[in-house]
C-alpha cells in the first residue's frame, strides 16, 4: 500500500525585522500532487541586503518546484545535472526579473532548499538540495539528521546565493531510495538555531515532535496549525 504524502509551508518576518519594520523576505512553498506520486517543499531565504530579495526568493521556489515536478526521470538518472538545471532555470528567471524591472541581477538574491519525493517502481525515491546556509532535517523513521554542511561567504555573516557566481560549485544534493515512511523539515537559518545544534549539527527534541506530530494529523490540520503559529 502506498503511503500517503503530506506537505506544508509557511512564512513570516522574523522579531528583529518586525522590530525594524522590515519586509519579509523569504519565501517557501509546498506541493504534493493529486495521485500521490510526487511532493515537494521549497524555501528560499532572500539576501537581507539586497532590494529585491524577496521578488528572488519567491521566483527561487517557484521555479524550482516546477523543474523538481517535469524533470523526474533526469533526476533519478543524473541528479548532478539535475541540480544544475535548477540553479540554471532559477537564475535565468531572475535575469528575466532584472531585464524587465531595469535592477541588477545581484539584486534578487535568495539562498535556496529544496527536498522532493517520488514515487516508482514500487519505491520512495527522494531529491534534496541546499545552497547557502539553512537547514534541511531528514527523518525516515530510524533516525533524524541535518542532511548537509553550512556553506558561509567570505565574510561570517554571509553565504551564498542564487545570484552569486559559480553557484552550481556551492550546491549540495542528495538522492536515496527508501522503503519507510520518510520525513523533511526545511528551516531558514534563523529558524534553525531553533530546531538543530548548530555546533554538533544535531536536531533537537523540537525536529521529533514535529515530525510526530505531522505523521498522527490530517493535511488540513498540519497547513491551519503551520499558518496560525506564523500569525
Not at 519579509?24 to 521549497?42: H, I, P
Not at 515536478?69 to 539535475?82: G, Q, R, V
Not at 520512495?124 to 553550512?150: A, I, P
Request: charged letters at 20%; aromatic letters at 8%; glycine letters at 8%.
Amino acid at each position: 500500500m502506498k503511503a500517503r504524502l503530506k506537505a506544508a509551508s509557511g512564512f513570516a518576518p522574523g522579531r528583529s525585522h518586525l522590530q525594524r519594520d522590515v519586509r519579509c523576505e523569504d519565501f517557501a512553498l509546498a506541493y504534493r500532487s493529486r495521485s500521490q506520486d510526487f511532493g515537494c517543499a521549497v524555501l528560499a531565504d532572500g539576501a537581507g541586503s539586497k532590494r529585491n530579495s524577496q521578488v528572488g526568493a519567491e521566483a527561487a521556489c517557484t521555479v524550482t518546484a516546477s523543474i523538481l515536478k517535469s524533470l523526474k526521470e533526469t533526476i533519478l538518472a543524473d541528479p548532478i545535472k539535475a541540480g544544475a538545471l535548477v540553479l540554471s532555470g532559477v537564475r535565468s528567471q531572475i535575469d528575466h526579473l532584472a531585464s524587465v524591472s531595469g535592477e541588477p541581477f545581484d539584486q534578487f538574491g535568495s539562498t535556496l532548499l529544496f527536498s522532493s519525493i517520488y514515487f516508482e517502481r514500487g519505491s520512495w525515491y527522494t531529491f534534496s538540495g541546499q545552497l547557502g546556509d539553512g537547514v534541511v532535517v531528514l527523518d525516515n523513521s530510524s533516525e533524524q539528521k541535518v542532511q548537509f554542511r553550512q556553506v558561509k561567504g567570505i565574510y561570517v555573516n554571509e553565504t551564498v546565493f542564487t545570484t552569486s557566481d559559480s553557484p552550481e560549485k556551492h550546491l549540495q544534493i542528495d538522492l536515496r531510495c527508501e522503503t519507510r515512511p520518510i520525513g523533511f523539515l526545511l528551516a531558514s537559518d534563523g529558524v534553525a538555531q531553533n530546531l538543530v545544534d548548530m555546533k554538533s549539527e544535531a536536531p533537537s527534541n523540537a525536529c521529533a515532535a514535529i515530525f510526530s506530530w505531522v505523521k498522527n494529523h490530517r493535511q488540513d490540520v498540519i497547513q491551519r496549525a503551520v499558518q496560525s503559529n506564523l500569525e
